[in-house]
């Protein structure tokens, strides 16, 4: 079955640095999202991106926050300034259609700023 | 109040119990219901997909849905050690985020013992 794959599953980095969590959505996917998931808290919707834009943004996405779509086949978060809440799991997730289809997701980038 | 409200537990049921899980909701512009199934450092596996009200069955797994009462639910029957993982409720009103933007409930975590 195919899968979303995100890379790399551990990223440890100083605050203040930028990071990029990268994501391989179901290829013919067109549909693409990030949540984020503290530790012990729930999973919370960042963003979605459709047809090369974002389609809507959560509050918690601000200007240090930015995805990209580089290819035909990766999908990237970028945080241009990591502080110490940012730390959590990251979840990419992506579908083939609209209007409410169940989304498939990674197995998510597990991000430490220290 | 919360838009989706979730027993995080933990819930330790016997091997071979029948095991409910069910979260509430306020947006009655939900209709889209899922449930995921999350182990430990790994990401939402898909385990149930719904729309409006009614129920669905997949082997051992049944999900029910009440929409007049904004309440959902999960029923594992004869339970196996190897369900024990953490649940997660999600919905989406198929409109907001290009039709799939997720609410996850906090999750439950169930522990069926032998």
């Known amino acids: 079955e195919p899968e979303v794959t995100q890379t790399p599953s551990h990223q440890v980095t100083q605050m203040g640095q930028e990071v990029i969590l990268r994501c391989v959505p179901i290829?013919?996917?067109?549909?693409f999202y990030w949540y984020r998931q503290i530790l012990g808290q729930k999973v919370e919707f960042l963003v979605s991106f459709y047809n090369n834009e974002i389609s809507e943004k959560s509050e918690i996405f601000d200007d240090q926050f930015s995805v990209e779509r580089p290819d035909g086949s990766n999908f990237t978060l970028k945080i241009r300034s990591t502080k110490l809440e940012d730390s959590a799991m990251y979840f990419c997730a992506s579908i083939g259609t609209g209007g409410g289809q169940p989304q498939h997701f990674g197995d998510g980038t597990r991000l430490s700023i220290l | 109040q919360k838009e989706v409200e979730q027993d995080p537990g933990p819930l330790s049921v016997p091997e071979g119990a029948i095991v409910s899980l069910n979260c509430t909701y306020s947006n009655s512009a939900f209709q889209y219901f899922m449930w995921y199934r999350q182990y430990s450092r790994k990401g939402p596996e898909l385990l149930m997909y719904?729309?409006?009200?009614g129920n669905k069955e997949d082997g051992r797994f049944t999900a029910q849905v009440d929409k007049s009462s904004k309440y959902i639910s999960l029923f594992i029957r004869d339970s196996q050690p190897s369900d024990s993982a953490t649940y997660l409720c999600a919905m989406s009103d198929g409109l907001t985020g290009g039709g799939n933007k997720l609410t996850f409930g906090t999750g439950t975590q169930l522990k069926v013992e032998l």
């Open positions: 290829s013919n996917h067109l549909y």
């Open positions: 719904t729309y409006s009200s």
